[in-house]
C-alpha cells in the first residue's frame, strides 16, 4: 500500500512540476497582457511587426497590444502616428491597414473587468467596419482610443465629442 501512495505521490508531484514549467515557458515568451507603449514594446515583437511589413518608413507606433497566448500574429493591434493597423493569421486577409483620417465613426466599449478586453469598433469613410480587443489593464485602452480619435476626421470628431457630453 505504502509502495502505491509513494508512486502516486510521485506522479502528482511530477503533473505539478510540467504544469509549473509550462507556466514559465508561456509566461516568458507570451506578450504582457496590458497595452504597450511605443518604446515599450520588446524587440522580439518590433522584429515580428517589421517582418511582416505593418509600418511605413518613419511612422512610430504609439501604443501596442496583442491578445495572442504565444505568438502576436495570432492577434495584434496597434496605432501609429498614421494608421490603425490589425493583424491576425486566422482571418482571411491577416492584415487591415486603415489611415486614421479615413475612420469616421468610433464606438468603445470599455470594460474594467481583468477577464474580459475593451472593445473597439471603428467604420471608415469607405463603409469597411472592423472591431478588434483591448486590455483595460492601467487604463492604457483609453490613452489607445484617444490616439485614433486624436488624428480621426476633424468634422467627425467634433460629432462624437458632443455624443459623449450628451451621455
Known sequence: ????????GLGCASIVGVIVIALLVIGSIAPDIAVYTGRQI?????TTIRSLN???KDEQIRYFYSDAMLDIKAGLYFVTD????????SWEEPETIISLDQIVSLDVQYDDSFWEDTYVFATTSSGMEVS??????KGLD???????QEKMNIEQKA?????????
Open 159 to 167: 460629432s462624437t465629442d458632443a455624443e459623449k457630453l450628451r451621455r
Open 54 to 56: 505593418l509600418l511605413e
Open 1 to 8: 500500500m505504502s509502495k502505491i501512495l509513494k508512486y502516486m
Open 42 to 46: 520588446p524587440k522580439k515583437f518590433m
Open 82 to 89: 498614421r494608421n490603425l493597423i490589425l493583424y491576425s493569421n
Open 132 to 137: 478588434f480587443p483591448i486590455s483595460s489593464e
Open 142 to 148: 483609453m490613452q489607445f482610443v484617444k490616439a485614433i
